[in-house]
């Protein structure tokens, strides 16, 4: 009733050919957008902030930049987290050498870096396809972490290998409150989205499907299969970049290679998959799902204990904390294979209908 | 030269134990098109299992086939609750829900038996054979030599098992076509428990030696992490590609590790395998001995 697209007609390539064709759609992403920037930010509170929102849309970020590579480009990569790491470190590098440099620009060059490494070891997909592709990039996310932890110019020389993220500053405005940082991640995350929102819909989002699709026959019909895959490498790096930049300035602060560890890799995968496969809406739905479960699952744990008391042995809870989250994993998939954003998409038909389905 | 043959053979020794998980990985492969990502999860599981009843007053030879019936307990659930609704789907979600399982296990056996490492008694002793070391100078331990016996007489057995007996025999019709193994009457469902049982017992007999040598203990899982370059290097669907990949890597990685290392500041034995593996499959796409990809439109 509500949410029917009768009687909106489209006169104009213009009006065929918008991000959202639907009115509804149109007003809900305004609220969506208006809610995030607006009412969020002043009424929630720092813990919010620090420990839901800036790793929901950090992580999301990074789960966009893998989507596009596997959801859309078909190359299943392990590596994600090693991009990220290439873009926090690179930009902790820029900011350092380079006085002055601005932020912003800052992290578009690491997002270079990130794309320049993901070019490189984008380069066996040409010849490896499926689980082979997706074992060998396992081969980036070692030997980068590897060469982070030994190479000293990288981390500065310091001893641990921790870094330390500048402060982000924009025209004198230091962001260094919760909210200011959030303030800043959502604006960075928002445009990035509207880009990826739009190149999906492109002549090279539609290139990267069919490569995607049958990799021989879009070679046949003329889609050259180099430039489209290793575009893929190039853009999805650069978004894992970006990522791992924000997540050492806006989010911990202090990083080290280590902490870009295979399970971080695997926990990007999870979003893209759990939130759907070649959906840019899946990517955010599944960072929301991942980066919410262990909190939930935390504060049930706590629940258990202090009002219920039930009282768990020591050491127990992490574990069943882990089997747990592997089992909703292993539900999900199951009772939904195509992802969060195929309920969406399902839950929209029948919105369509609603209240009178017949 | 000794040394070096004391490195090559250490590295071909250490090769066979990685050929071990590998095994595991193969077999479910080729029956189900899975591929199984909590291997490493089962080994750990079923070495903290053994370790744990043995723990208990159990003797050995009594944890290690009470182990065997909780891996088939743990193949017939997978199968039945993990696997059968999701038949069908496509190779990635099968691979992300081992990837769930791999967490479940994990978590599963530390829910039951903690985490500490708990040490494992096999009865032999971790130190260099003395005929060896006498008449040729080489230090190879006598450990390594009996799980390298073990190995050869569990890959013999699986050879046989595979080529000579019915189940066998129907276990090669369902990886060759799961479609015609069914029309010819091949219970499907039944064969794939057979298969995760048999992984199970691998993963047992691996989770034994490794647990015997360095504790059984979390690392154990990264084990499995080693075993990947092994698949890619020999072929996902050939079990002697498994040994052979994983003699290469055992051996590269070591001459590797003592040659090369100490030039680029050591510790390269973590990404050495990936990149060699990978420098293969430039050359050879579909590994070692893995099937001929044949692709059309």
Partial sequence: MFYREAGQFKATYAEDNQIFPIRQDRIGITLILLLAFLVIPLSASPYIFSAILIPFLIFSLAALGLNILTGYAGQLSLGTAAFMAVGAFASYNFMLRLEGIPVLLAFALSGCCAAAVGIVFGLPSLRIRGFYLAASTLATQFFIVWCLTKIGWFTNYSSSGVITAQQIVIFGYAFDTPAAKYLFVLSVVSIMALLAKNMVRSNTGRSWMAIRDMDMAAEVIGFRPMRTKLLAFAVSSFYCGVAGALYAYAYLGTVEPEGFSLEMSFRILFMVIIGGIGSILGSFLGSAFIVLLPTLLNVLFHFLETELHVELPSGISSSVELMVFGALIIFFLIVEPHGLARLWQIGKEKLRLWPFPH | ?297
């Fill in chain 2, 1 to 297: 030269m000794q040394f070096f043959l004391e490195v090559l053979l250490g590295g071909l020794l250490t090769g066979i134990m990685y050929s071990m998980v590998a095994l595991g990985f193969v077999l479910i492969y080729k029956a189900s098109g899975v591929f199984n990502f909590a291997q490493g999860a089962m080994v750990f599981f079923a070495a903290l299992t053994a370790v744990g009843l043995h723990d208990l007053g159990l003797s050995l030879w009594l944890a290690i086939p009470l182990t065997m019936l909780v891996m088939i307990v743990l193949a017939m659930a997978i199968e039945k609750i993990v696997l059968r609704p999701l038949v069908n789907q496509p190779e990635i979600t099968l691979f992300m829900v081992t990837i769930g399982l791999t967490f479940f296990i994990e978590g599963l056996a530390q829910a039951i038996w903690g985490a500490s490492v708990r040490k494992l008694e096999m009865g032999i002793d971790d130190v260099p054979l003395e005929y060896l070391l006498d008449t040729l100078g080489i230090a190879i331990s006598q450990f390594d030599l009996v799980a390298a016996g073990i190995a050869f007489v569990l890959v013999a057995g699986l050879a046989m098992f595979f080529s000579k007996t019915k189940v066998g025999r129907a276990l090669r019709a369902v990886a060759d076509d799961h479609q015609a193994a069914l029309s010819i009457g091949i219970p499907l469902q039944q064969i794939w428990v057979i298969v995760w049982g048999v992984a199970g017992f691998v993963a047992l007999v691996a989770g034994l030696l490794w647990g015997a040598r360095n504790g059984v203990q979390f690392a154990l899982t990264f084990v499995a992490l080693k075993a990947l370059p092994v698949l890619i290097l020999g072929g996902f669907t050939s079990v002697p590609g498994a040994i052979v990949g994983g003699l290469i890597i055992g051996a590269s990685e070591k001459i590797a590790e003592v040659y090369l290392g100490p030039y680029v500041g050591g510790g390269i034995e973590g990404w050495f395998p990936y990149v060699l593996a990978l420098l293969f499959l430039l050359a050879r796409p579909e590994g070692l001995f893995g099937e001929k990809i044949i692709r059309r439109i």
